[in-house]
């Protein structure tokens, strides 16, 4: 049957969708959700943002640590060219993280940029060691005091700890034992100031000099006096005499001053520590490996 005009021009009426034809409150609830779905994936992005950068940076410190070690422990030698593909290879890290360690290397003066050269391990000589020491003396004699003010029994046992632990494993006579005490046993007395400023200081000087102990005192140093001088400075604190900590912290610099300071002057002698065994992570070995 033929439309008549009025039927032809009516347009049809448009379905109601089952979201429009809901009830307001369940309007409301089907908006809430896609808000919490949306809120919900910008959520779990910033989460995978935050864990790439918190991976980078925990590669960034763990390139940092590891060649900041070579160094200390001349796996690399004062002098020597690093190739940072080569380091890559070695540490089984991306360019990325070992650059990054080596930017920071360089701030503390482990390390310098040699322009159209690359990246040498920075030499640092008797002269800067001894100024080094100075400078020691100045801020490790007024942690000392501050330290035995703050220190408490924890405090006072993981020091003897540190000192026992040495003995057990290496019988005081060795280099490795040695350095692995003095810096461990500094840092801790350090920490124990408060002051993470100068704290922080003396654990970059105390760095800086610890190659020294490897290229030349190990022919001059008496690790048994030193470890004695160590114990002074533990009985000191633990009959908590600021005084006498001081006096006996600026007594064991000193003397490793007077050392330096012989070598200066008189070149390296006869001492009382055994160099480490050779190992398979000889200098020699790592020049071949990263230059």
Not at 252 to 281: K, M
Request: charged content about 35%; overall charge positive; some cysteine.
């Amino acid at each position: 049957m033929p439309q008549t005009r009025g039927e032809r021009g009516t347009r049809p009426k448009r379905k109601t969708t089952a979201a429009e034809a809901a009830p307001p409150a369940e309007k409301d609830r089907e908006r809430d959700g896609k808000l919490r779905d949306k809120g919900d994936r910008e959520r779990d992005r910033g989460e995978r943002d935050r864990g790439e950068r918190d991976k980078g940076a925990s590669l960034s410190d763990r390139a940092y640590q590891q060649i900041k070690e070579m160094i200390l422990t001349l796996f690399f030698l004062p002098g020597q060219y690093l190739n940072e593909a080569a380091i890559c290879d070695l540490l089984k890290l991306g360019r990325t993280p070992v650059h990054q360690a080596l930017q920071l290397l360089q701030v503390e003066g482990l390390v310098e940029v040699v322009p159209r050269k690359g990246v040498i391990v920075r030499p640092d000589s008797i002269n800067e060691v001894v100024e080094i020491l100075d400078a020691r003396i100045l801020v490790e004699v007024e942690l000392v005091r501050r330290a035995v003010a703050n220190s408490t029994r924890e405090d006072i046992k993981e020091l003897t700890g540190i000192l026992e632990k040495t003995n057990r494993r290496h019988g005081g006579g060795s280099l490795d034992a040695f350095v692995e005490s003095d810096r461990a046993f500094h840092v801790k007395l350090s920490a124990m100031s408060g002051n993470a400023i100068l704290a922080d200081f003396v654990r970059l000087m105390h760095e800086r000099s610890t190659r020294f102990w490897y290229l030349h005192l190990w022919q001059t140093v008496d690790v048994y006096a030193a470890g004695r001088e160590h114990r002074t400075i533990l009985e000191a604190m633990e009959t908590r005499d600021p005084e006498r900590a001081a006096r006996a912290m600026r007594k064991h610099i000193e003397n490793l001053r007077e050392r330096l300071q012989h070598i200066l002057h008189h070149g390296p002698g006869r001492g009382g520590v055994r160099p480490a065994p050779a190992t398979a992570t000889t200098p020699s070995r790592a020049r071949r490996a990263v230059t």
